[in-house]
């Protein structure tokens, strides 16, 4: 069984500090990581994705892989009471090449960034 | 990118009765995928849809219970057969562009 963890939260982070959201998964071969972020009551919306170890940066958000622990991260900075939010970490198991994206998505983490 | 319309945004159902969940894209797309995210969970998929073939299902899925239909290019339908209310969820529908994975609007079912 492929899994995706996350821990649930909720997460409260002041406004204007680093929210820190991690996501770890089973399956050693997946190659592909997603970040969406769904406010309550509307669908999920991609935040960012990454494939190779390291860090990549999107203007305040930054993912972070690394294969070897299998894990994953999303850091927001300055946050702000609109980052307020449930973030889903996904995995795709397979290799795009040749494959679509059938992902599998943690839980969950609800990020509550207070004034 | 794709805008994907969903309908409907919401509904109550008697258990026993069957519930046909409509997604419309504005481009043509080769997959399409049925998502539930039960309350306070996250998506599972459900099955994916390819236009011309019988849908895929996952685990835990049959096609008895959430018949797919895939007419054409740009719609999908999921039916929620004989309800009961553990089938009180949301299902959404997805579409990839890219590698990206956009969903549609959702549709909060309710079963009493």
């Known amino acids: 069984q492929k899994e995706v963890e996350q821990n649930s939260g909720p997460l409260s982070v002041p406004e204007g500090a680093i929210a820190s959201l991690n996501c770890t998964y089973s399956?050693?071969?997946?190659?592909?990581f997603f970040w969406y972020r769904q406010y309550s009551g509307k669908s999920p919306e991609l935040i960012m994705f990454?494939?190779?170890?390291g860090d990549k940066e999107d203007g305040r958000f930054t993912a972070q892989l690394n294969k070897a622990s299998q894990y994953v991260s999303l850091l927001i900075r300055d946050s702000q009471p609109s980052d307020s939010a449930t973030y889903l970490c996904?995995?795709?198991?397979?290799?795009?090449?040749?494959?679509?994206?059938?992902?599998?998505f943690g839980a969950g983490t609800r990020l509550a960034v207070h004034p | 990118s794709a805008v994907i319309s969903q309908k409907p945004s919401r509904d109550i159902c008697q258990r026993g009765t069957s519930l046909t969940i409509q997604c419309q894209v504005d481009?043509?797309?080769?997959?399409m995928f049925w998502y539930r995210q039960q309350p306070g969970q996250s998506l599972t998929l459900i099955a994916t849809?390819?236009?011309?073939?019988?849908?895929?299902?996952e685990s835990g899925f049959v096609i008895d219970k959430f018949p797919i239909s895939r007419p054409n290019l740009t719609f999908s339908t999921l039916t929620v057969s004989n309800m009961s209310p553990e089938d009180s969820s949301i299902y959404l529908c997805?579409?990839?562009?890219?590698?990206?994975?956009?969903f549609g609007q959702g549709t909060r079912l309710t079963v009493v």
């Open positions: 997805s579409v990839e562009f890219g590698r990206e994975a956009f």
């Open positions: 399956d050693r071969g997946s190659q592909s």
């Open positions: 990454i494939y190779s170890n």
């Open positions: 996904a995995v795709d198991p397979l290799a795009f090449s040749g494959g679509y994206n059938k992902l599998i």
């Open positions: 481009s043509q797309v080769t997959m």
């Open positions: 849809a390819n236009q011309g073939s019988e849908a895929t299902y």
